[in-house]
C-alpha cells in the first residue's frame, strides 16, 4: 500500500488526535502516505483531502506534518467532524469511493463510534478498490465488540472531577445535587462513575423506569439520606442524558414533593459537553497509539470492513500481535452495538445486574 485515508466522524472524543498522530507515524515508518480527511464524510464527499505526511528534503522518508504533531495532545479532532446525512445515499457514497480513488487512497482509517462504523461497513462492498479499517472512539463507550473505546476514560474522569468540586460545595451547604452526564442512550458513563465519584445512586435509560418510578426513588433516597438518624453532609445522584425527564424537570417534581417535610436544597448540574472536551488521559493516549498500530497493520495486511478493539468483549474475531488488540468484522460490531443499547447484549444485562446490586450499597 501506498497511500491511505483517515477521517474522523460522529461526535469528537478525546484521544483522537493522538489516534490521527500514531496513524500517520506508523505509516510514515513504513513508507506509507496519509491523506487526512477534513470533516469527516462531509469532507470526503467534497473532496476535501490533504496529505498528513511530508518527505523530509533530501530523503527518501517520510514524517508526519508538524500540525499534526502539535496537536496531538488535545482533545477534538483536528481534522474537524461531521455527523453526515449524505452519506446515508448510495449516490453519494458512490461519489465518496471516486473521491478516494481520484486522490490515490487505497485504503481508510474511519475513527468514530457506530455512526461512522455502519458509514464505514456500508462504503466497504460499495468500493472494493479501497479496504476499510475502524478505530472505535466515542466518550459512550457503546461500540460492540470493544471494552473501550477512544475518549472513555478521559470522560469519566472529567466527571469524577466534576463530581468531586459540586462535592465539596453541596457538603458545606448540606445539598442534593442531579448531575447529568452525556451518554444519550447508553447509562455507560453514569454507571462507570457511580462509585468513584461516591454517588448515591444513579439514573440509567436501560432500566427503562417511568417518570413516576424515578421521581419516587430520588424522593426516597434523598429523605434517607437526610434522615435524623443519617444526616449525610451531600447526596449526589448521578442521571445520565438517556434519562428522558430532564434534570430540572426531576428536580422540581422532586422538591414538590419534599415541600415542607425537609429543609433541603435540590439542584441540577448538567455537565453537558464539559465531559467530552479536554486533554486526553495516559489510557486514552496509550490505546490510541496501540489502536492505531493495529488498524495500519490491518490495512497493511489487506484486511477489510473491519474493526479494531480494546480487550474485546465478545469471542471471535482476529487476534493481532497486540494481545489487547483484536480484528473484528463490522458486521458483528455493528450488531453487538446495537444489542448494546437495546439491552439485549450480555454485556449489558451483566451492567444492570450489577447497577441493581451496587444501588443498595451507593445509597448507604
Ligand atoms: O459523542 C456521543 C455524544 O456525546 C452523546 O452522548 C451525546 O448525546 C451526543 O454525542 C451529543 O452530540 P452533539 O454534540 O452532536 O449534540
Avoid at 1 to 11: D, E, H, I
Avoid at 60 to 88: K, Y
Avoid at 261 to 286: E, K, W
Wanted: proline share 3%.
Amino acid at each position: 500500500m501506498k497511500r491511505f485515508a483517515v477521517l474522523t466522524s460522529g461526535g469528537d472524543a478525546p484521544g483522537m488526535n493522538a489516534a490521527i498522530l500514531a496513524v500517520v507515524k506508523v505509516a510514515a515508518f513504513r513508507g506509507i502516505e496519509v491523506l487526512g480527511v477534513r470533516r469527516g464524510y462531509d469532507g470526503l464527499l467534497d473532496g476535501d483531502l490533504r496529505l498528513l505526511t511530508r518527505e523530509v528534503s533530501g530523503t527518501s522518508r517520510l514524517a508526519p506534518l508538524s500540525e499534526v504533531e502539535d496537536n496531538a495532545n488535545d482533545g477534538g479532532t483536528i481534522l474537524g467532524s461531521s455527523r453526515c446525512q449524505r452519506f446515508f445515499d448510495p449516490e453519494h457514497r458512490k461519489h465518496a469511493c471516486r473521491q478516494l480513488m481520484d486522490h490515490g487512497a487505497e485504503g481508510l482509517i474511519a475513527i468514530g463510534g457506530n455512526g461512522t462504523m455502519a458509514g464505514a461497513h456500508t462504503l466497504a462492498p460499495e468500493c472494493p478498490q479501497v479496504t476499510v479499517v475502524g478505530i472505535p472512539a466515542s466518550i459512550d463507550n457503546d461500540i460492540g465488540a470493544t471494552a473501550s473505546a477512544l475518549g472513555v476514560d478521559t470522560a469519566l474522569n472529567t466527571i469524577i472531577e466534576a463530581c468531586d468540586r459540586i462535592s465539596d460545595t453541596a457538603r458545606s451547604h448540606r445539598r442534593a445535587f442531579i448531575v447529568e452526564v452525556m451518554g444519550r442512550r447508553s447509562g455507560y458513563l453514569a454507571v462507570a462513575s457511580a462509585a468513584a465519584a461516591a454517588a448515591d445512586a444513579v439514573l440509567l435509560p436501560e432500566e427503562n423506569r417511568t417518570d413516576e418510578e424515578i421521581i419516587s426513588s430520588v424522593e426516597n433516597i434523598i429523605r434517607d439520606s437526610f434522615a435524623t438518624d443519617r444526616q449525610k453532609s451531600r447526596v449526589l445522584i448521578i442521571k445520565a442524558e438517556g434519562v428522558t425527564i430532564s434534570a430540572t424537570n426531576l428536580v422540581d417534581a422532586v422538591d414538590d414533593r419534599l415541600e415542607g417535610n425537609l429543609d433541603i436544597d435540590l439542584r441540577a448540574t448538567v455537565l453537558g459537553h464539559v465531559v467530552r472536551g479536554g486533554r486526553p488521559t495516559y489510557h486514552d493516549r496509550m490505546i490510541a497509539g496501540r489502536l492505531a498500530l493495529g488498524a495500519v497493520n490491518a490495512l497493511a495486511d489487506g484486511a477489510d470492513d473491519c474493526m479494531v478493539t480494546w480487550n474485546t468483549t465478545t469471542l471471535g474475531g482476529d487476534s493481532t500481535d497486540d494481545p489487547r488488540v483484536h480484528r473484528f468484522p463490522l458486521e458483528t460490531v455493528i450488531a453487538e452495538g446495537k444489542a448494546l443499547l437495546d439491552g439485549s447484549s450480555d454485556v449489558t444485562q451483566r451492567r444492570i445486574s450489577r447497577m441493581k446490586t451496587v444501588q443498595g450499597v451507593l445509597a448507604l
